[in-house]
């Protein structure tokens, strides 16, 4: 009896069907078929019933079946616990980002695991960071950099940034001439802003909430350097962290000083990370650090 054996009973069991296991581990109907005939040989007990068209399991091969998964399970947490020993990391890992960011921080983490650990394939998608934290706590995702107002419960976190809200306008707006502004006197006038799920949407929508206030939200954009670039052009007041603002010298940024609450960007991940997620949160640590 071997592991390869114990792959290919566990794969028809699961898809009660010669051909399809087949298909599923990569291998002809035949081979499997042996292997199985081989395995019963030395069980010395029939595993499956062949009279229908459906490859039902016998009561030894029920029997039989959790004790293969949990063989296989074994084998592959003694692959993983010598890969942790030495620094083999295999796998893959997707990672989320919140749409429009540009943190090249977590572009040289990635960059950096990857040259450490070239057996891990790594895949990067955006969605707003309401759906990111979900997919994070479904197990969908591994890793994922978002923007939020409080970091996210029953999850790992590392904060990122820690920003106060501005309003940015071009140097002849009204609102330019203050030293400080409040939420009200922002939402006199049209917003440019980012799309619900976003963190900083999210800051403003409950600041406003908070003040019973109803801004007129002229137009959104997902990247920062757009919000900044509609609202020079006199299309609205732009409202972006304090950090974003101070790249655009376009714009005079005011601090919107009844809005306390920080806009944050935060690292996320499960508790119970594997050893890629731990490889890859130490390089984002130190990328994020320098």
Known sequence: MDLRQLEYFVAVAEEQNFTRAAERVHISQSGVSAQIRQLERELGAELFDRSARTATLTVAGKAALEHARAALAAADAVGQAVGEVTDLIRGSLTIGMVIGCTVTPLFEALAAFHRAHPGVELALLEDG????????????????LVGTTALPDGLQAMTITRDRLVAAVPAEHPLAVEGTVTLREVCAHPLVCMPPGTGLRAALDQACAAQDLRPTIALQASAADAIAELAARGLGVAVLSDSMAAQYGRLTARTIEDVTAPALLAL???????????ALLAHCRRAFAA
């Open 129 to 144: 960071s309401d759906r990111l934290v979900d997919a994070v706590r479904s197990g969908t995702l591994d890793l994922a």
């Open 268 to 278: 996320v991940w499960k508790r119970a990370g594997s050893p890629a997620v731990r």
